[in-house]
């Protein structure tokens, strides 16, 4: 096989990033993860997926896979409480940079580049809620109460059980959110909403791929101060 030639609009010598399916199959194969570095491709925009505590969390790869196909940089920021349910190794591995979910020291360096969009997926009640309110007592929640500020582009697919939906808090705050310019997937159209205690069951059918339709496909990135 012909040797890979710098490609169009490259440098010679300049690295290509692996897609992250290439670089989770290599970490398997080897039985060895590799050092976790930003990705040397700056001209994508930036995406923060957001992973709150729930049963999909587990699959939150897919939705990484997705938005890289689509032309995204990923980065992965947990809830504290959801970190129990993601395989945190196998997502570094995935985006190439450290996943978080705790503020960081002050006075440290952010290891991550700022965002030009978030997806908020899966979205709990408890997290929706906090939104709504400006709570910001996790660094996700942090996160997403300042990017309404700074008017991002935004996008919630709440996970949650028929009980939980009827309260009257969290239909009054996903109405807010939408009010302040929120993509809010969540209705009979979007995903079932499910008894309490089988969430694990609809899995299969959380549909990732439409948080990343509800998206502009380029978001304007401002200019960025050389590091």
Not at 122 to 129: D, H, V, Y
């Amino acid at each position: 096989m012909p040797p890979r030639g710098p490609g169009p609009g490259r440098r010679p010598g300049q690295t290509v990033p692996d897609p992250p399916v290439l670089r989770l199959a290599a970490t398997r194969r080897t039985g060895r993860r590799p050092r976790v570095t930003p990705p040397p491709d700056r001209t994508r925009p930036v995406l923060y997926v957001i992973a709150c505590a729930a049963p999909p969390t587990s699959r939150v790869g897919t939705l990484v896979t997705l938005a890289y196909d689509g032309g995204w940089d990923v980065c992965v920021i947990l809830t504290p409480q959801a970190v129990r349910f993601a395989d945190v190794p196998a997502l570094e591995t995935l985006t190439g940079h450290p996943v978080r979910s705790q503020y960081k020291a002050p006075g440290t360096v952010d290891v991550l580049p700022p965002a030009d969009a978030m997806i908020v997926a899966p979205a709990t009640c408890n997290t929706i809620n906090k939104w709504a309110c400006g709570i910001s007592d996790t660094l996700a929640l942090g996160l997403v109460t300042e990017a309404i500020g700074k008017k991002l582009p935004l996008v919630a697919l709440p996970f949650t059980n028929a009980a939980q939906a009827a309260h009257p808090a969290f239909v009054r705050h996903v109405g807010e959110l939408r009010g302040w310019g929120v993509r809010v997937l969540f209705g009979p159209d979007v995903y079932p909403l499910h008894e309490p205690g089988t969430g694990s069951r609809y899995l299969d059918i959380f549909p990732w791929h439409l948080t990343l339709r509800a998206l502009p496909e380029h978001p304007p990135r401002p200019p960025r101060a050389p590091h």
